[in-house]
C-alpha cells in the first residue's frame, strides 16, 4: 500500500480532521528512512567479489607465486580479519562492516584449511577432517561473535561434513540424496538442530540463533523427506510425515511472525501432495494428457498464491 493510501485509510479509520491528516502527510515525507541493509547488502558482495577475485588471481598466477607463500598470504588474511574483530568487539555495533570482515575471515579459513589438505594432506587420507575442523571453529566463533551470519555458515560446514551437497551435475544426473542412509543422516541431523534450537528457545538464551537454527532443521528436514517421496518406496508415508512437520512449522511461524517459514511451509506441502496425487492418477492411467497436467498446475499455482495472500494479510502483522 503507497503512502497516501495508507493515510487516506488512517484518516477514513480514525476520521482525522485536515489538519491533522495534513501534518501527518508533512511528516511521512520528511522522514529520513534507514539504508543500513542496502548498505550491508553492497558490503556482503563486495566482499564475496573481494575473496572471488582473489581466488582467480591466485589459481592463474600459483606456479609464479608459489604455494607456500599463497598459503601463508591466506593465513595472514584470515587472521587479520578474526584480530581485528577480536579488538573491536566491544565497538562493533558502530562498525558498518564489521560482520562482513568477520565472515570474510571465516571464508579464508575454510580455503585455507581446505588447501592445506589439498596441498600438503595435513589430515592423510580422513578428507572429511578439511570441512569439520572449520566446522568447529567457526561454530566458536559464531558463538563468541554472537553473529547470526557465522552460523549459518557453520550449520553449512556440518552438513557438508555429512555428506549434504549439492551440485550441478549432482543434480543433473540425480544423485542428490537417492540414498537412503544419507537421507536418514539428514533427518538425524535436522532433529539434532531441532533439539539445539528448543534449548535456546527453552532456557531463553539468545532466541535469534534458536530462530536460526531452527529454520535450518526444517528445510533439511522438509528436504529430507521429499527425497524420500521421490526416490523411496511407502511415498505417503513420508508425506504424511512431512505434512506433520510443515504443520508444526506454521504453528511456528505464527509465533515467530516468520512469513517466510509459513510460505516454505505451503510451498513444501504444495510439492509432496502435488507429486502423490499426479503419480496416483498417472499410474492408474487416470492421468495421462499434458493438458490435464498444465491445468492441474495452472489451478493448483492460483489457489496457492490466493491463499498464501491471504494468509499474509490475516495472519501476519503488516
Request: charge should be positive; proline fraction near 2%; include cysteine.
Amino acid at each position: 500500500m503507497c503512502m497516501s493510501k495508507w493515510i487516506e485509510t488512517l484518516a477514513a479509520k480514525w476520521k482525522l480532521d485536515p489538519g491533522e491528516k495534513s501534518n501527518i502527510e508533512t511528516y511521512e515525507s520528511k522522514k529520513l528512512f534507514s539504508i543500513y541493509y542496502e548498505l550491508q547488502t553492497l558490503i556482503t558482495v563486495g566482499v564475496l567479489l573481494l575473496a572471488t577475485s582473489a581466488g582467480i588471481f591466485l589459481y592463474k598466477n600459483i606456479d609464479t607465486i608459489g604455494h607456500s607463500i599463497l598459503v601463508l598470504l591466506t593465513g595472514i588474511a584470515a587472521v587479520s580479519c578474526f584480530a581485528f574483530c577480536i579488538f573491536k568487539k566491544e565497538k562493533q555495533a558502530n562498525i558498518t562492516y564489521y560482520d562482513n570482515v568477520l565472515y570474510l575471515g571465516c571464508m579464508l579459513l575454510v580455503s585455507c584449511v581446505g588447501y592445506w589438505q589439498y596441498q600438503y594432506g595435513i589430515f592423510g587420507n580422513h578428507h572429511a577432517f578439511a570441512i569439520l575442523v572449520p566446522a568447529i571453529i567457526i561454530t566458536a566463533f559464531a558463538y563468541y561473535f554472537n553473529d547470526r551470519a557465522i552460523l549459518s555458515l557453520a550449520i553449512t560446514l556440518w552438513a557438508g561434513y555429512l555428506g549434504f551437497t549439492i551440485s550441478i551435475p549432482a543434480i543433473l544426473y540425480g544423485q542428490n540424496f537417492r540414498s537412503l542412509q544419507l537421507i536418514f543422516t539428514a533427518i538425524i541431523f535436522a532433529c539434532v538442530l531441532m533439539a539445539l534450537a528448543y534449548a535456546h528457545y527453552h532456557y531463553k538464551k539468545n532466541l535469534p540463533f534458536g530462530f536460526t537454527i531452527a529454520s535450518f532443521a526444517f528445510h533439511i528436514m522438509c528436504l529430507a523427506l521429499l527425497a524420500g517421496i521421490f526416490n523411496q518406496p511407502y511415498s505417503w508415508i513420508w508425506a504424511a510425515t512431512l505434512v506433520v512437520i510443515c504443520f508444526a512449522a506454521v504453528l511456528f511461524s505464527l509465533v515467530e511472525q516468520s512469513y517466510a517459514t509459513f510460505v516454505s511451509a505451503v510451498l513444501y506441502t504444495y510439492i509432496a501432495v502435488s507429486y502423490l496425487c499426479i503419480n496416483f492418477l498417472m499410474h492408474h492411467h487416470i492421468l495421462e494428457s499434458t493438458y490435464f497436467l498444465l491445468i492441474y498446475f495452472i489451478a493448483t499455482s492460483i489457489m496457492l498464491i490466493k491463499y498464501i495472500r491471504e494468509g499474509k494479510q490475516k495472519l501476519f502483522k503488516a
